[in-house]
């Protein structure tokens, strides 16, 4: 996997580059405009970390598709980044310190997130020759929140987007060209992004935090993208429960029964006493590819 360093206003920044080849050992001609998987790792991750979690570089290799890992900027880029002190974020659109659930300790972002992830985008598509109309994003946790707002602001680019236990903070007037696709995963017990909201303590907090239902978001992104509300059951068996927003581009929201603040079938490294129990019930980074695999950009 390649390291790639893009100018940004921001100053250097990185992401982590995966092309597929037809053979083995990376010696055969590449595979021909490969679709492209773009993931977000969550707050105090990168993109080694996520992708060891998760599986995708794996599964893209044996699915022939490239992957694009972009890392996110810690608070104080003249220091080291550290998970509590100084972690690696994305500027998901939260508002000011103390709204929303915002932490007091870790200010909001104020990088320019979603123009990086446009320069990641077309970097990998010239470096893997990708197909344009075949883009997916995927992120997880404060990554979940990112592909939200880079959905809204990269609608042109995406076929579809696939967040996973994060809040929407899409601020007000940032909406999407297009209809973008979107399926959402969370844990029935999710511990920092709650399914019905209410009070959380996270790793950079010293007290507790209201935060609102994961639904009142997901219902203004049903907005966003012109689908109405509320979901309808699609099915609910064997610890799934799946529900479909009806309107003009599929919106599905998967709930996994017993599964913490972890990637769904991840190998559930976060803390447990922090992000609770994880689970191998859904494959996410095989679902999701799955899902992405029916659409292209029209």
């Known amino acids: ?39 977000l790792h969550g707050t105090g991750g990168t993109a080694e970390w996520a992708d060891d979690e998760t599986g995708w570089s794996a599964l893209a290799g044996r699915e022939g598709f490239a992957l694009a890992l972009p890392e996110g900027l810690p608070p104080d880029p003249a220091r080291p980044p550290k998970f509590l002190t100084n972690p690696r974020r994305w500027n998901d659109g939260r508002r000011a310190e103390g709204e929303d659930g915002a ?10 997130d979603v123009g990086f992830l446009r320069a990641v985008i077309d970097d990998a598509i010239s470096r ?103 979901p309808e059951l699609v099915a609910d068996a064997d610890g799934l429960r799946e529900e479909a927003y009806p309107g003009p581009v599929p919106f599905r929201v998967v709930t996994v029964a017993g599964l913490g603040h972890h990637w769904p079938g991840g190998r559930g490294r976060l803390n447990h006493r922090l992000a ?23």
């Not at 200010?107 to 320019?112: E, F, G, K, L, V």
Request: charge should be positive.
């Open 128 to 230: 893997s020759q990708a197909d344009p109309g075949r883009v997916y994003l995927s992120g997880f946790s404060n990554g979940a929140g990112m592909a939200f707002r880079a959905a809204a602001g990269l609608a042109d680019r995406l076929a579809a987007v696939a967040p996973v236990a994060g809040y929407h903070r899409v601020p007000e007037g940032e909406r999407p060209s297009r209809p973008v696709p979107t399926l959402y995963a969370i844990g029935s017990v999710d511990p920092l992004v709650l399914p019905r909201g209410g009070e959380v303590r996270n790793p950079w907090e010293h007290r507790l935090v209201r935060r609102p239902p994961v639904v009142e978001g997901l219902d203004r992104w049903a907005g966003l993208i012109g689908c109405r509300t509320p």
């Open 276 to 298: 609770g129990p994880p689970s191998d019930r859904w494959d996410a980074t095989a679902r999701v590819w799955e899902w992405f695999k029916t659409l292209a950009r029209r």
């Open 103 to 112: 932490s007091v300790n870790l200010p909001p972002s104020r990088a320019d």
């Open 1 to 39: 996997m390649d390291r790639i360093t893009l100018a940004t206003a921001d100053g250097p920044r990185e992401y982590r580059l995966f092309v597929p080849s037809r053979g083995a050992g990376g010696v055969s001609p590449l595979v021909p405009n490969p679709p492209l998987v773009v993931f």
